[in-house]
C-alpha cells in the first residue's frame, strides 16, 4: 500500500481503488443474483418434472384397460412339490381346471453298448461312415482309424456347421471303460435320432433313451401333448411350465388380482399427493407466480372432479372411494368403499381410469406427456432458463474483464499521482533546507 503525506494528509491509494470498484463492480453483483435466481428457478424444474414423471408412471398399470386384465394363479399343490407352475397373462380369463402332468419330455439318447478301453487311442477299422439325422436335418462323417476323442469332437463341429439338434459327449465308467454318447439337443418325438452307416454298428450305438412328448391331462378329458415341457396354448392365456410326472391331479385356480390393481390405485394417490406437496413447497420457495407451476394443480384437479362421460356404474373418483382434503388438496382414499365398488363393477372401474379418450388415467397421462415430453412446457421452460444463464455467464465474463481493465486505469492514475506527490514532497523538503541554509 502507498501512502503519501501532503499538507498532513495521508493518502491510501489501495484503498481509494478499492472503494471505487465497490462502486463500479455492482452491476456484477446483481448479475450474480440474477444468475442465483436462474439457478434456483432451474432446480426447482427439475424436482418438479421428478415430481411430475412419478406421478405419470403410477398411471402406468391403470393407463390402458389391459393393465386391469391381470390374474393370480393358485394350485392345490404344496409350493415345495409341486409337478408343475403356471404363469398367466391378458388372454386369460378367470376360471379352475383340474391338471395332471402324465410325462415329461425326454430327449433322444444313443450310445455305445461295448465299452472301448480307451478314448484317446484310434479305433482299427476299415473306411467306416456315421450318419446322423435330427427331423430333416443330417450330416455325415468318416471315422477311420479316429479315437472316441476325434468322434466326439467330428460330430459335435458337423452338428453345430449342419445346424443339426445333436451333441456327443463321452461317459467314463472306469479308467478302461468309456462310451460315446448322442444326446438329442431337444426333447419330443419330433426330435428323435437316427443312426446308421457302418460306423454305427462299429461304435455298437444302440437307442439308451427314447425321445418323448410331455402329456397334460386337462379336466379329466382333454390330452394336450407338447415337444417341451413349457405348454403355452393348452389353455388360452395360462402357460404351464412341467417340472415332474405326478399320477395325482392338481386343481388350478386362476382369478383376478384385484390386490395388484387396488395397490395401483393406492400408489397413483400416493404419487399425486407427493406432487402436490411438491409444488406447494416449490410456490413457497420463490415460484409462487409461475405460470406453470400454477396451472398443473388446476388441470389436474379439474380432469380429478370431472365426469369420464361412461355409461357404467362410474363417472367420478369420489364414487370409489378418492376424494379430495379440502384444506391440503391431498388426494385420500377409502379402502373399503374401494372394495364395495370393485365388488359391485369391477369392469366399470376399469373403464373409469382406462377408457381411451374418457378415462381419467388415460387423459392425465396424455397431458403429462404436454408437460415432459422433449418439447413440452416443462422442456421449453428449462432450455429458456438455461438460455439465460449462458447468456447471464458471458455478461458476468464481459463485466469482469472491464472491471480488471477499470481496476488498472484506476491503479495507474492513483501511482502516478503517488509519484507527483512525492517528487512534490521532495522539491520542498529541498526548497525548505536551501531556504534555512
Given at each position: ?205 444302440s437307442e439308451k433313451q427314447t425321445a418323448l412328448d410331455a402329456t397334460v391331462l386337462v379336466d379329466n378329458s382333454y390330452t394336450i ?16 411350465n412341467l417340472l415332474k410326472e405326478s399320477t395325482d391331479t392338481v386343481d388350478l385356480k386362476i382369478e383376478r388380482d384385484i390386490d ?178
Amino acid at each position: 500500500m502507498a501512502s503519501l503525506t501532503l499538507g498532513g494528509v495521508n493518502l491510501d491509494v489501495q484503498g481509494l481503488v478499492s472503494q471505487l470498484m465497490e462502486v463500479e463492480s455492482v452491476p456484477l453483483e446483481r448479475l450474480q443474483e440474477k444468475a442465483s435466481e436462474y439457478e434456483s428457478k432451474l432446480s426447482a424444474m427439475g424436482r418438479l418434472k421428478s415430481a411430475l414423471s412419478a406421478f405419470q408412471t403410477s398411471m402406468g398399470s391403470l393407463g390402458s384397460l389391459d393393465q386391469f386384465e391381470t390374474y393370480k394363479v393358485s394350485t392345490s399343490e404344496s409350493s415345495s412339490d409341486q409337478s408343475f407352475t403356471a404363469t398367466v397373462d391378458s388372454d386369460a380369463t378367470a376360471g379352475a381346471f383340474s391338471i395332471e402332468v402324465e410325462n415329461l419330455a425326454r430327449a433322444n439318447k444313443f450310445g455305445s453298448t461295448t465299452a472301448f478301453a480307451s478314448s484317446d487311442t484310434a479305433i482299427t477299422t476299415s473306411s467306416s461312415s456315421l450318419d446322423v439325422s435330427v427331423g430333416s436335418d443330417s450330416f455325415s462323417i468318416d471315422i477311420k482309424d479316429q479315437s472316441l476323442e476325434q468322434i466326439r469332437d467330428a460330430i459335435n463341429s458337423a452338428a453345430e456347421s449342419g445346424d443339426v439338434g445333436v451333441s456327443a459327449s463321452i461317459i467314463q465308467e472306469d479308467s478302461n471303460s468309456f462310451q460315446l454318447v448322442l444326446t438329442a439337443s431337444e426333447t419330443g418325438l419330433d426330435n428323435k435320432i437316427v443312426v446308421s452307416g457302418t460306423a454305427a454298428t462299429t461304435l455298437d450305438l444302440s437307442e439308451k433313451q427314447t425321445a418323448l412328448d410331455a402329456t397334460v391331462l386337462v379336466d379329466n378329458s382333454y390330452t394336450i401333448s407338447s415337444a417341451s415341457n413349457t405348454i403355452d396354448d393348452a389353455i388360452s392365456g395360462i402357460s404351464l411350465n412341467l417340472l415332474k410326472e405326478s399320477t395325482d391331479t392338481v386343481d388350478l385356480k386362476i382369478e383376478r388380482d384385484i390386490d395388484a390393481v387396488e395397490e395401483s390405485i393406492g400408489n397413483f394417490v400416493s404419487a399425486f399427493n407427493t406432487l402436490n406437496s411438491t409444488i406447494k413447497a416449490l410456490k413457497e420457495s420463490g415460484l409462487e407466480n409461475d405460470s406453470i407451476t400454477n396451472s398443473i394443480l388446476t388441470n389436474i384437479k379439474s380432469e380429478f372432479n370431472s365426469s369420464a362421460g361412461l355409461t357404467g356404474s362410474f363417472n367420478y373418483l369420489a364414487e370409489i372411494g378418492i376424494t379430495s382434503n379440502a384444506e391440503t388438496g391431498d388426494l385420500e382414499l377409502d379402502s373399503d368403499k374401494l372394495e364395495t365398488a370393485v365388488a359391485l363393477d369391477y369392469e366399470a372401474i376399469a373403464q373409469l381410469f382406462a377408457n381411451d379418450n374418457k378415462g381419467i388415467a388415460f387423459r392425465l397421462e396424455q397431458e403429462m406427456d404436454e408437460y415432459l415430453s422433449y418439447d413440452g412446457l416443462i422442456e421449453s421452460r428449462e432450455e429458456g432458463l438455461n438460455s439465460r444463464i449462458r447468456y447471464n455467464e458471458d455478461s458476468q465474463l464481459r463485466m469482469e474483464y472491464r472491471l480488471e481493465k477499470i481496476e488498472a486505469q484506476y491503479l495507474k492514475k492513483f501511482s502516478a499521482l503517488d509519484s507527483l506527490i512525492s517528487e512534490s514532497n521532495s522539491t520542498s523538503s529541498y526548497l525548505t533546507q536551501q531556504l534555512e541554509s
